[in-house]
């Protein structure tokens, strides 16, 4: 999602033109979504690699490893609490580290090789990640206002565009009602890749969490019952 912010998180100016952040909070909702979406995908491999042994599909490997660079391409761009992202991969899709997280999961169950698992898997995400896209991308809109309707106009929410979208700035004629309460106007961000974005966006965490996941698939295929 293009600059989700944490919780009660936007900008506003203070004296002398410094700006500072101003609570916009999320509802109980937003939240509870939010902490199910970040808790669904280790538990999920968790109860996986307990209960079924891997076929050990090698071809769900790139797919595991595609989609985590297109999440740590994503995350070098994401400034969280500043500004609306429309750069990098979010050019081409809204939603890149969701597009990578699929298809890191597409990966993780060719490995696995069970149809039970893959059809339990669909039905989890369609119940949790379809209504966390809706609320996030109405918690952007209260963030961002027109900003984020124009870049949502241009840029498909997960199916990604061939030609990278060109989202022009706009000059605050029309604003959210939370924009209203921020003086200093809200910019797009499409700057380069920054490695110390994907730092602080925690993403070396979800590498290191793969090469966990991968031991433990080691571990279930040739010592597992």
Not at 32 to 42: D, G, K, M, S, T
Not at 91 to 114: E, K, Q, T
Not at 129 to 143: A, G, K, S
């Amino acid at each position: 999602m293009a600059a989700l912010q944490r919780p009660g998180a936007g900008r506003a100016e203070g004296s002398g033109g410094e700006r500072r952040a101003v609570l916009i909070p999320k509802t109980r909702g937003e939240i509870w979504l939010n902490r199910v979406r970040i808790w669904l995908p280790p538990v999920f491999v968790l109860a996986a690699v307990a209960l079924r042994r891997p076929a050990w599909h090698l071809w769900g490997i790139p797919l595991v490893i595609a989609g985590e660079a297109l999440r740590t391409w994503a995350a070098g761009h994401l400034l969280k609490d500043e500004q609306l992202t429309v750069g990098g991969p979010y050019a081409h899709v809204r939603n890149p580290l969701y597009l990578g997280s699929l298809l890191s999961a597409a990966g993780f169950l060719v490995i696995m090789g069970d149809w039970w698992l893959a059809a339990a898997f669909a039905a989890i995400a369609l119940a949790v990640y379809l209504p966390t896209v809706r609320q996030e991308e109405d918690y952007l809109r209260r963030m961002h206002g027109e900003a984020f309707d124009q870049y949502r106009r241009a840029v498909p929410a997960i199916i990604p565009r061939l030609r990278a979208a060109r989202v022009t700035e706009l000059e605050g004629r029309r604003q959210a009602p939370a924009q209203r309460q921020a003086p200093a106007q809200r910019h797009l961000r499409s700057g380069r890749f920054e490695w110390r974005w994907v730092w602080l966006n925690r993403e070396h965490q979800t590498w290191v969490a793969l090469v966990v996941v991968f031991g433990l698939l080691a571990a279930r295929r040739w010592w597992g019952g």
